[in-house]
């Protein structure tokens, strides 16, 4: 695998395009890959990328819950 194969791996599981779908978000002016497995990490619980993501100890995660579409 490249080194540009692997900067474009899930943050969480290490996955890239060859295994799975990748999704690319942008965080303080830098480019990071999230599967979809991964994805509600990001937006319900971003606290799990600390150490996975400089600054994610910063995010707050979505104030939506499913119990909230009933």
């Known amino acids: 695998m490249t080194q540009d194969a692997k900067a474009r791996a899930c943050v969480m599981c290490g996955r890239g395009a060859q295994e799975t779908p990748v999704l690319r978000f942008e965080f303080r002016d830098a480019a990071f ?35 909230d579409a009933r």
Do not use: K, M, T, Y
């Not at 990490?41 to 995660?61: F, K, M, N, W, Y």
């Open 33 to 67: 890959w999230i599967c979809p497995q991964h994805l509600p990490v990001l937006i319900h619980d971003p606290s799990q990328l600390v150490g996975r993501l400089a600054g994610a100890e910063h995010l707050a995660p979505s104030d939506f819950h499913d119990d």
